[in-house]
Structures are given as structure tokens and as C-alpha cells.
């Protein structure tokens, strides 16, 4: 899977802008300090964005609980991109699903 697809879904769905360049390292540690910063300033948007990604409450709440030493928004970091990445997979295996229908049989 190509970082940039990553990004690229990142950017959209949160309406920020990391540059596509980014490894998957700097992808995750500035998205680690975008979410601290909805954290602190607008956390009803940060709930917005983590409906709208489809990231999973109960796994998300569970890893809080369980590592309340560790800076949330990694961990929230860490989910919306496991969640993005999905989505890509997702993706990528239905459009080849698609594409490997028979011509006759496709409407």
C-alpha cells in the first residue's frame, strides 16, 4: 500500500494537509500532534472525525483504559490510520472483485 494513498485519505478526511512526501513515521507523529491539539481545543470535532472515520469506540477505549501512561493521541493516531488503511484494502480488493467479472455478466 502506497503512503500517499494513505496521506491523501488522512488529508481528506480530516480536512488537514500532510504533505504526501511524509514517511510512515512522520505521517503518524504529526497526526499524533494534530489529534492532541483537537484534544485540548476542539474535542466535539475530534468526535466528528473519529465517527466519520468508523474508528472502533469500544477497541478505542479499551486501549486507553489499558495504557493510560501512553499519550492518547498516538493511540488514537495509531487507530485512524489502522482504519484508513482498511478502508484502502477495502477498496483494492473490490475494485478487482469488479474487474474480474465477465464481461457479459457485468449491467
Given at each position: ?28 507523529a ?8 483537537l ?24 486501549l ?44
Open positions: 500500500m502506497k503512503n500517499t494513498e494513505l496521506i491523501q485519505l488522512l488529508n481528506n478526511e480530516l480536512a488537514i494537509e500532510l504533505p504526501e512526501k511524509n514517511t510512515y513515521k512522520e505521517t503518524h504529526q497526526l499524533s500532534d494534530y489529534i492532541n491539539n484534544i485540548k481545543s476542539d474535542f466535539d470535532r475530534l468526535l466528528t472525525y473519529l465517527y466519520r472515520i468508523d474508528v472502533n469506540e469500544q477497541k478505542l477505549k479499551k486507553l483504559q489499558q495504557f493510560p501512561q501512553e499519550d492518547a493521541g498516538n493511540i488514537i493516531a495509531s487507530l485512524i490510520i489502522e482504519r484508513q488503511e482498511q478502508k484502502i484494502k477495502t477498496r483494492q480488493l473490490f475494485s478487482r472483485q469488479v474487474n474480474d467479472i465477465d464481461e457479459e455478466e457485468k449491467w
